[in-house]
């Protein structure tokens, strides 16, 4: 049976890459999207971070539910996209009945709501928990299964112990890549990496592709009882 197409389609027949339509706002657009996040984690850092342990269930859902308001806090108004969490992407949705892959935190572009910049969290137990984050970036990122109508998109890593550049060390590695340090934040852990994606054969999605990596220093003393959340 054919699909049908969703109204996002419908609505938003055309599209483009959201990095390079940021850009017609802002030269530095996507610099200004991630200032956004690192101030949202200043805001998590000095009044909620302090207050868990690493022992609470469904930690992973709920420093990202906790980060995501915190982020549109800093926001102006002026900027051309949005903030939202848990995010559907139904442009690669398997299925016409399926759910779409979802994203933990994402900003949809306002003038075209069908072409988004991801954000994906994961909890990092220790600076060599890295299977789980790598994952998605091989599974989802690389295959355009995420930021299909982006080139650029981000992971998030709540780094509950160990040393951050050994974390960035183990990234490296498995999946592997080059990452280098981004110039506009080198007081932040905040890498990047560049990507030739495997782009389908019957779309024109971007093939270039940059992730940021950011990582965010959560507690310092790590429980057995974390885990993470698929």
Known sequence: MARRGNIFQKRYPNTGDFVELAKAWNPDAISVLIKLVWEGYDRLATDFLSKINGTEEQLERSITQALGWRIRRGMTGDEPFEVQQEVYEFETSKSAQGQPPQYDIAFILIANERIIWPLEAKVLKSDIDVT?????????????????????????????????????????????????????????????????????????????FRCHHLLFKIITTLTNNISSVE
């Open 132 to 208: 789980e984050y790598v994952k998605e970036i091989n599974n989802n990122f690389m295959t355009c299964r995420y930021a299909p109508f982006s080139s650029e998109g981000g992971m998030l890593g709540y780094l509950f112990s160990g040393d951050s550049n050994k974390a960035f060390t183990n990234i490296e590695t498995e999946v592997p890549c080059i990452l280098n340090a981004h110039p506009g934040f080198l007081g932040r852990d905040h890498k990047t990496s560049d990507h030739q994606r495997v782009v389908p054969s019957e779309k024109s999605y971007p093939v270039d």
